[in-house]
């Protein structure tokens, strides 16, 4: 081969990788995001049952139910409207009421947020990000209010 | 009076590092002699000062000086001495310090051993790694400095976030550190060559133990990081496709294509400018990794405060060097001469192949740790990337470059031999399609991926082994012949065997840890006992215990298998008094290279927990092929040809002026 001919090689493999590499972040990126949204989007956007969303809020106080086997219900507000959610399993250290979280799952049937993830705060100082946006959103938030706790 | 010391040394780290961004180049201009061999003087000073300012913070810490702002955020006087010490860079402000103490001293480490460097690559590397240490030092003093003073000492400190008092975090950041700030110098050294305007496969022998050096580092602080996640944040997952843990993936992978393009530039003085680009971008990477992390535009445990300015102000150094690097790229790059010629199929090409599957690793790696964060800035709309996105774009990626692996090393280079590499393969290859049998029969219908996952790292690991067998000829030589081969080999060709070993160690670690993981979820009463795999546990029941500064409810559980007792494990609910936090402390038991993970929930009312086991087979193997990947990276440096250097006169005859 010349050495033009092996430069072309050399490039159209590159490039063929590459557009196998666009293809497949394409073809992920339309599958496996999850969007995330406020407690008061999901009441008034009606989200479909059986789309994997990310919901943030706090734990509204005096919602948690605990049942026996692990099963746990509780209310996640954004301080205007506030959605059902049932979990299985173990909730993390931080999980409290009034505290922030970030759960991630699907919308159920009767309108419960069937969750699979419950994230909390990592350190009582910072609220997670979405959270804080939820709570600017429906206008419940103060600067410096996570500072102050 | 000690952190107003430790300030005024950075402020005079500062200016050296800027006499030490213009003397050298300036000298280079010249022909000035005395000038450019300043740049060595000061980069040694400057690490001198700067270690001087990192004492005097960690001073601070371990006689816990509550009158500086710093050490009154994030440390305690119970804290055990061990945690005040790691206190000092379990924040912002120290994290950066010790980012500045690692940057200059790989200056110094140059400029102390870079003894068969020419003068003025050594003089404009210096230059360049200057430019970088005067803005990093500006960031701090500017918007992060860990001495500021509070008018009001108080009495006690406000602790260390309790996730962060644990060992592994004691030697994680530093070696993360070592990695991300060691490519800073193939970054300098990448700016210097295009500075001068040329280039040789000399330039290649200088760069590649730094690149070598920064890539171990870089390798054993990503294990050290997984597997801090992996027993302390309580959920069994190694790995979770945080922004945050791929701000680290980044630079490894392009480290790793650069690791190997340099050899290709070294050997056959081919891929200069691409070896050359991948430099300036594997530095980029690490600072994006930095800008990620530090500028609070992720919320993560590394996130230590949101300070709008501080992001600013990386953005500007971000954007300064890499578009300043790119920039001199485009407009030097074509100054360089084109390298040697080769055919597709050789050792050349087939470290193209690595190349490019590598880079491409790593672009779909940078699209889903960045998409997010940009639509959120464009559209507002907000949206999380997981694990489904990397399995989807990272796996299909990696796949053919594993398989790829094993050939390379075998080909020859210039023009290589498919064929009979192919035949050198056979046994492994053979091995390779037993493995996936016997999963296949054993595991029939349950798991489809999996066999020929297991399949491909054996076939990797016995690649590794074949080219090792081939070299030493150790089953067709008689065994003294076998014995000096191998003795005679270079070490960097036991380096590379005993990485790519390392590779099929953490893929079997992996496949093993995804396909054959028990989880099991149960609440117990004192005395029940649950089933996991062939393990019997029974919970006895909770005892407290006082720590230092923190107390434990311990949940005592008595394991047994096949109704002999094989020991206890201890996972407790651990209350941190100074914030009045409470982490979940699990207990691993180690059997073999698998494990016994559990975690507990909070304690109910009538003395029954909540408690998640887990069995992990074979996962010790995931960070035990890091460190042999890293082991194999240390042969590779301990190489003669690498310490000892070129040879001075043939070094200048390969030298080439630019046309």
Not at chain 1, 71 to 87: C, H, L, M, Q, W
Request: glycine share 10%; with cysteine.
């Amino acid at each position: 081969m010349t050495r033009k001919q092996r430069r072309l090689t050399l490039i159209g493999s590159g490039l063929a990788v590459l557009a196998i590499a666009v293809g497949l972040i394409l073809g992920a990126l339309r599958q496996s995001i999850v969007f995330f949204n406020s407690p008061s989007d999901i009441l008034e956007q009606h989200v479909s049952a059986g789309s994997r969303i990310r919901v943030g809020g706090l734990v509204q106080t005096g919602s948690i139910e605990r049942s026996p086997d692990l099963n746990i219900r509780f209310e996640v507000t954004d301080g205007k409207s506030s959605i059902p959610v049932a979990y299985h399993g173990i909730v993390p250290d931080l999980f409290r009421e009034g505290q922030g979280v970030v759960i991630e799952g699907k919308m159920g049937p009767g309108g419960v947020f069937q969750a699979d993830t419950v994230l909390a705060k990592h350190d009582e100082r910072y609220m997670p990000k979405e959270v804080v946006e939820a709570l600017k959103k429906s206008g419940r938030w103060q600067e410096g209010e996570a500072a102050s706790k | 009076m000690i952190p107003e010391l430790g300030h005024y040394a950075l402020v005079l780290a500062l200016a050296l590092a800027l006499v030490q961004s213009v003397a050298p180049i300036v000298g280079v201009r010249t022909r000035d002699d005395a000038l450019m061999r300043l740049g060595s003087s000061t980069a040694l000073v400057q690490f001198g000062f700067v270690a001087f300012a990192f004492a005097a913070l960690v001073t601070s810490y371990l006689t816990s000086d509550f009158s500086v702002a710093n050490v009154y955020e994030n440390s305690h006087s119970l804290m055990p001495t061990i945690y005040k010490f790691t206190s000092t860079w379990g924040n912002h402000e120290g994290s950066m310090l010790l980012w500045v103490l690692i940057l200059s001293l790989f200056g110094a480490l140059v400029a102390a051993f870079g003894i068969n460097l020419p003068a003025t690559l050594k003089a404009n590397v210096l230059a360049v790694q200057a430019w970088i240490a005067s803005a990093f030092y500006l960031f701090i003093l500017f918007t992060s400095n860990p001495f500021l003073r509070l008018a009001n000492p108080p009495f006690e400190g406000r602790a260390l976030n309790p996730v962060l008092q644990d060992p592994g975090l004691a030697i994680h950041p530093p070696f993360l550190y070592l990695g991300y700030v060691g490519f800073s110098i193939a970054f300098s050294f990448a700016a210097a060559a295009l500075i001068e305007g040329r280039i040789d496969a000399a330039w290649a022998r200088f760069v590649r133990p730094w690149i070598l050096v920064a890539w171990m580092a870089l390798t054993l602080g990503i294990a050290m990081g997984s597997y801090w996640a992996y027993y302390e944040l309580g959920w069994g997952g190694w790995w979770f496709w945080d922004p945050v843990e791929n701000a680290s993936l980044m630079p490894w992978l392009a480290g790793t294509a650069l690791l190997h393009s340099a050899v290709v530039m070294e050997k056959r003085n081919a891929l200069k400018i691409w070896t050359i680009l991948l430099a300036v971008l594997t530095f980029s990477l690490s600072l994006i990794g930095t800008f990620l992390v530090r500028s609070g535009v992720l919320t993560s445990v590394h996130a230590f405060a949101n300070d709008p300015t501080r992001g600013i102000f990386i953005l500007v150094i971000l954007v300064v060097f890499i578009g300043g690097a790119l920039g001199l790229f485009a407009w030097r790059a074509p100054l360089l001469k084109q390298g040697g010629l080769f055919a597709p199929i050789s050792r050349e090409g087939a470290l193209v192949l690595n190349n490019l599957f590598l880079t491409t690793a790593c672009l779909t790696v940078l699209v889903g740790t960045l998409y997010p964060i940009a639509l959120e800035a464009l559209t507002g709309e907000k949206i999380s990337v997981g694990a489904p996105f990397f399995n989807l774009t990272f796996g299909p990626v990696f796949i053919p470059l594993l398989l790829a692996m094993p050939f390379g090393p075998l080909l020859a280079w210039k023009r290589g031999d498919i064929y009979g590499v192919a035949q050198r393969l056979m046994a492994a290859g053979a091995l390779a399609i037993l493995a996936v049998a016997i999963v296949l029969v054993a595991q029939y219908g349950r798991a489809t991926l999996a066999p020929f996952g297991i399949g491909l790292a054996v076939f990797v690991m016995g690649g590794a082994v074949s080219d090792m067998v081939e070299r030493t000829g150790v089953f067709r030589l008689p065994g003294a012949t076998a014995r000096a081969r191998a003795r005679g080999l270079p070490r960097s060709v036991w380096g590379t065997a005993a990485a790519h070993f390392g590779i099929g160690l953490t893929l079997l670690g992996i496949v093993c840890v995804t396909h054959w993981s028990d989880e099991k979820i149960v609440e117990l009463k004192p005395g029940e006992s649950t089933i996991v795999r062939h393990y019997h546990l029974t919970f006895e029941g909770i005892v407290p215990r006082q720590g230092p500064n923190y107390r434990d409810q311990i949940a005592k559980f008595t394991v047994r298998s096949g109704g002999a007792v094989v020991g206890e494990m201890m996972p407790s609910k651990r209350t941190f008094v100074a914030r009045d936090m409470t982490t979940t402390e699990s207990a691993l038991m180690t059997r073999g290279v698998s494990q016994l993970y559990i975690s507990i929930g909070d304690a109910r009312s009538d003395g029954s927990i909540a408690v998640r086991i887990y069995y992990k087979p074979l996962v010790l193997l995931i960070w035990l092929g890091a460190v042999v990947m890293a082991f194999g990276g240390g042969l590779s440096l301990s190489d003669r040809r690498l310490r000892v250097g070129a040879p001075k006169p043939a070094a200048r005859a390969a030298m080439q002026p630019a046309e």
